[in-house]
T-cell receptor, first 112, second 117 residues
Framework: QQQVKQSPQSLIVQKGGISIINCAYENTAFDYFPWYQQFPGKGPALLIAIRPDVSEKKEGRFTISFNKSAKQFSLHIMDSQPGDSATYFCAALIQGAQKLVFGQGTRLTINP | GAVVSQHPSWVICKSGTSVKIECRSLDFQATTMFWYRQFPKQSLMLMATSNEGSKATYEQGVEKDKFLINHASLTLSTLTVTSAHPEDSSFYIC?????????????FGPGTRLTVT
């Protein structure tokens, strides 16, 4: 119940295309859903996050879509660029518990 | 704002020795700090959670006598890997929460690569 399932494991997108990464969860107590970007040899950096009272959040080229009834959320990267090539992790949190539960990660490669 | 640093960024030690990794919140007071471990091409695995001035809470399967965590101040937490063995070689990442913007948001450090020979 504490798992967050992320797919796909790896993704290759052409420059300018849309990258889509999906996550699903079971625990309805989760109330905060962040996405992290990690470059090789670096720590994760917060990209964008959403709370379950909204269905979509957009920041620049990055959009989170959230489907509460399906217990799914996804990250869309518009106009994908080679600099977006990294590993992306979705996560979920019960704010009172503070403990982040991470998805398995998606290795994204943007071909020039 | 909300910058977390780690030191060292990489360390090599001999089997049987101990190594200490520092995690500092540079521009905010971190009420809670977290230590993660990440193996190549895998996700982050939470090792322990520590609140300033309290004993750390370890996740199931993490040996607290092997991975000593100290959170002595609101800006510093340390992880000491005692009697290190080659299987302890990994990427160790800390995070901190308690920043002004969002009490529960975790800000991650750059990680420490530990290699035990």
């Amino acid at each position: 119940q504490q798992q967050v399932k992320q797919s796909p494991q790896s993704l290759i997108v052409q420059k300018g295309g849309i990258s889509i990464i999906n996550c699903a969860y079971e625990n309805t107590a989760f109330d905060y859903f962040p996405w992290y970007q990690q470059f090789p040899g670096k720590g994760p950096a917060l990209l964008i996050a959403i709370r379950p009272d909204v269905s979509e959040k957009k920041e620049g080229r990055f959009t989170i879509s959230f489907n509460k009834s399906a217990k799914q959320f996804s990250l869309h990267i518009m106009d994908s660029q080679p600099g977006d090539s990294a590993t992306y992790f979705c996560a979920a949190l019960i704010q009172g518990a503070q403990k982040l539960v991470f998805g398995q990660g998606t290795r994204l490669t943007i071909n020039p | 704002g909300a910058v977390v640093s780690q030191h060292p960024s990489w360390v090599i030690c001999k089997s049987g020795t101990s190594v200490k990794i520092e995690c500092r919140s540079l521009d905010f007071q971190a009420t809670t700090m977290f230590w993660y471990r990440q193996f190549p091409k895998q996700s982050l695995m939470l090792m322990a959670t520590s609140n300033e001035g309290s004993k750390a809470t370890y996740e199931q399967g993490v040996e607290k006598d092997k991975f000593l965590i100290n959170h002595a101040s609101l800006t510093l937490s340390t992880l000491t890997v005692t009697s290190a063995h080659p299987e302890d070689s990994s990427f160790y990442i800390c995070s901190a929460s308690g920043g002004a913007q969002d009490l529960y948001e975790q800000y991650f450090g750059p990680g420490t690569r530990l290699t035990v020979t």
